[in-house]
C-alpha cells in the first residue's frame, strides 16, 4: 500500500509559470482594492468589474503552462497515495497530471449562479459549469435564470472543502506545504491537524512564521525546493 502525501499548495508554485498572484505591494489586486474583485459585497456592488476582472484572468491563465514543480508533485503519485490542497485557482495541477486535488478557493475556469452557494446549505458542485477559458458577461445566465458568477470563494464566503482538506491532511503520513506564506485563514490553519508523528516539509525562499519540531524548511523557490524534497524523501 502506498503511504499518503498531502501536498499544501499555494501562489508560489503558480508563481514560477508565470501565473501573476495579483496582489502588488500596495495592496492591489491589478489596480483594484481586493474589496471590489474579491469579496460578495464587491460583486452585489458592481458585478461588471469583477466579471471582467476574473474573464483576464482566464485568458492570462491560457497562455501559461505547469512548471517543474507542477509535473514534480504529479509524477509523485507513482510511489505515493498523493492528495493536492490547494489554495491556487488555476488548473496548472490539473494540466500536469495530478489527480486528487481539493482546491480550497475555487476555480478560475469554473462559474455558477450567483443565487447559489452563498451559504454551505446550498452548494452543489452539479450547478457549477466548466466554460474553459471563456469570457462571461453581465446577462450570461445559468439554467436557473441566474446571472453567472465565477466559481470563486471571496472573502466573506465559506470555504466548502476547509472539512474535506482537514480530513486529508489527518491521514497524512508527510506533509508537505510549498508556495504558501501560510496567512490566508483557514488554509494556514490546516497543517496543525496533522498527526503528532507526521513529518512536514515546507518549501518557501523566505523564512516560515510557524515554529514545530517536525518541520523540515527547504529554503528555495517551488521548483528548486521540489527536488530537494524528493530527495530527501527517498532518502528514508
Not at 499544501?8 to 489586486?29: I, K, M, Q
Not at 452585489?44 to 476582472?53: G, K, R, S, T
Not at 483557514?186 to 508523528?197: E, R, S
Request: hydrophobic share 40%; charged share 25%.
Amino acid at each position: 500500500m502506498k503511504r499518503k502525501l498531502v501536498v499544501l499548495t499555494g501562489a508560489g508554485v503558480s508563481a514560477e509559470s508565470g501565473v501573476s498572484t495579483f496582489r502588488d505591494s500596495n495592496g492591489l489586486w491589478e489596480n483594484h482594492r481586493v474589496e471590489e474583485v474579491a469579496s460578495i459585497e464587491g460583486w452585489y456592488a458592481n458585478p461588471e468589474i469583477v466579471l471582467e476582472f476574473y474573464n483576464q484572468r482566464r485568458l492570462q491563465l491560457a497562455t501559461v503552462k505547469p512548471n517543474a514543480a507542477h509535473l514534480a508533485l504529479a509524477e509523485l503519485e507513482k510511489e505515493w497515495d498523493v492528495t493536492v490542497v490547494t489554495q491556487n485557482v488555476d488548473n496548472l495541477h490539473e494540466r500536469a497530471g495530478s489527480t486528487r486535488i481539493i482546491h480550497l478557493h475555487g476555480e478560475l475556469t469554473k462559474v455558477r449562479p450567483e443565487n447559489c452557494y452563498n451559504d454551505m446549505d446550498n452548494y452543489s458542485e452539479e450547478k457549477v459549469f466548466d466554460i474553459g477559458y471563456d469570457t462571461i458577461k453581465l446577462g450570461d445566465l445559468a439554467p436557473n435564470g441566474a446571472q453567472l458568477r465565477p466559481h470563486i470563494v471571496w472573502f466573506g464566503e465559506p470555504v466548502p472543502y476547509i472539512n474535506a482538506a482537514i480530513d486529508q491532511v489527518m491521514k497524512a503520513d508527510v506533509l508537505l506545504i510549498v508556495g504558501t506564506s501560510l496567512q490566508v485563514y483557514p488554509a494556514a490553519g490546516l497543517y496543525a491537524y496533522a498527526k503528532a508523528d507526521t513529518p512536514i516539509y515546507i518549501i518557501d525562499p523566505k523564512d516560515v512564521a510557524i515554529r514545530d519540531g517536525r518541520i523540515t524548511h527547504i529554503k528555495d523557490v517551488a521548483t528548486n525546493g521540489m527536488e530537494v524534497f524528493k530527495n530527501l524523501i527517498n532518502s528514508k
